[in-house]
Structures are given as structure tokens and as C-alpha cells.
């Protein structure tokens, strides 16, 4: 049996799933098979995560460019702008912004670089010695997430100074909060879901080592 890159999906799972239910041990065809099924889903799974990480990236750090970029036109005209107004330079509002919104960008750029990553049409040696790569590119983001880390304790200072010497009636540091938090947050899902797929592609690289070592042995 020999399973062909242009199946679909739930045929391919239908195919997996008969596969794994056989009592008997499986032949070298099917175990390639078997492997190759497991290496597409894998792939797909991680294409799916990659693909809205880079979505997420894009659509925040346009969010945060077009605030600075406001900023910078018509200075303190948004609320979260007022706020600072008085306490920090218009400059170094719009300064903090447009580095937030830098920093999602490249690392969305950096999840969606992953697409090189092999899919259901790349199997075999050369499907992990992409893997291999695809582990090391996913070590990148979190490279950048620590510098959105670096902006939101900015942030966060930025907020608590602005409160403790200037008079802000009404104000609070929970009003204001998802201006640090968003960037942490942000930076720890980059990370999580940067290790789940690290270890997706590890674990199908060494099924298909195990499967190489058997038939060589």
C-alpha cells in the first residue's frame, strides 16, 4: 500500500487508524507508511500553528505601528496617549510603540519563515534533515519575545512612574496594564507554542531515525 502526498486528510486518517488497529505485525511497506502518515499529520499540525502565530504577529504589530505612527501626527490624541502626556515626551511614547509593533512583526516573520518546513510531500532523510532545521529556526522567536519582554517592564515602569509623580485623577495601573502585559503575554505564547512544535518535530525525526535504525540493523 502506498500512500500518495495528494490524499486527504481524513482519508489519510482513516488509512492511519486501519493501520494501527492490525493485530499482526506490520510489513516494512506499511510501517513506511505508517511513518510517513504520522510525519504528514505532524507537519500539518505544525503549518496550522505557524500560520496563526504569524497572523496573531501581523495583526498586533500593525495595531501597535498605526498607534505610533498616530502618535507621532497627532500627539496624546488616544486616551492611553493622554495618559503619559505631561509625565513622558511624545517622542518616547511613539518610540515604545513602534518597538512593540517591531518586535511582533519579526517574530512573525520568524513563524512564518517555518513554512519552509517539510509538509506531506517531503518524507524520509530528507523530511528530518529539514526537521532539523525547522528545530533550530524554532528556537528564534524566543530570542525576540525577550526583547517584547524588555518593552513591557518599559511599560510597566513607564505607567507606575507617570502615576507616582504626576496626578492622574481617575487612573489606575489596572487601567493601563494590558500596555505591559500585552507584550509578556504575547511573549509567552510565542514561547509555548514554539517548544510544542520544537517537540513535534522531534519526536517525528526520531520515529523516523527508529524506523532507519531498524531497517539497517
Known amino acids: 500500500m502506498v500512500v500518495h502526498a495528494n490524499v486527504s486528510l481524513r482519508q489519510r486518517k482513516h488509512k492511519l487508524d486501519t493501520l494501527l488497529e492490525m493485530d499482526e505485525p506490520l510489513e516494512e511497506e ?3 507508511d505508517v511513518v510517513s502518515m504520522l510525519e504528514c499529520e505532524a507537519m500539518n499540525h505544525c503549518h496550522r500553528w505557524q500560520s496563526a502565530m504569524a497572523v496573531l504577529s501581523f495583526t498586533l504589530g500593525l495595531l501597535m505601528i498605526i498607534a505610533g505612527v498616530r502618535q507621532l501626527l497627532h500627539p496624546w490624541d488616544l486616551q492611553h496617549h493622554a495618559f503619559f502626556n505631561g509625565a513622558l515626551s511624545d517622542t518616547w511614547v511613539s518610540a515604545g510603540e513602534l518597538l512593540s509593533g517591531a518586535s511582533y512583526i519579526l517574530t512573525g516573520c520568524l513563524f ?6 517539510p509538509n506531506c510531500h517531503v518524507t524520509g532523510p530528507a523530511a528530518a534533515k529539514a526537521g532539523q532545521r525547522g ?4 528556537s528564534l522567536p524566543t530570542m525576540v519575545v525577550a526583547f517584547g519582554a524588555a518593552i513591557s517592564l518599559l511599560w510597566a515602569h513607564a505607567i507606575y512612574d507617570t502615576l507616582k509623580v504626576h496626578d492622574r485623577p481617575g487612573s ?3 487601567q493601563y496594564s494590558w500596555l505591559p502585559l500585552g507584550p509578556a503575554l504575547y511573549a509567552f505564547l510565542a514561547c509555548q507554542v514554539s517548544g510544542m512544535l520544537g517537540s513535534t518535530l522531534a519526536d517525528t525525526q526520531k520515529l523516523r531515525q527508529q524506523m532507519y535504525a531498524h531497517k539497517t540493523a
Open 172 to 174: 489606575s495601573m489596572l
Open 135 to 138: 528545530q533550530t529556526l524554532l
Open 30 to 32: 506499511c510501517q513506511e
Open 112 to 117: 512564518f519563515k517555518h513554512f519552509s518546513l
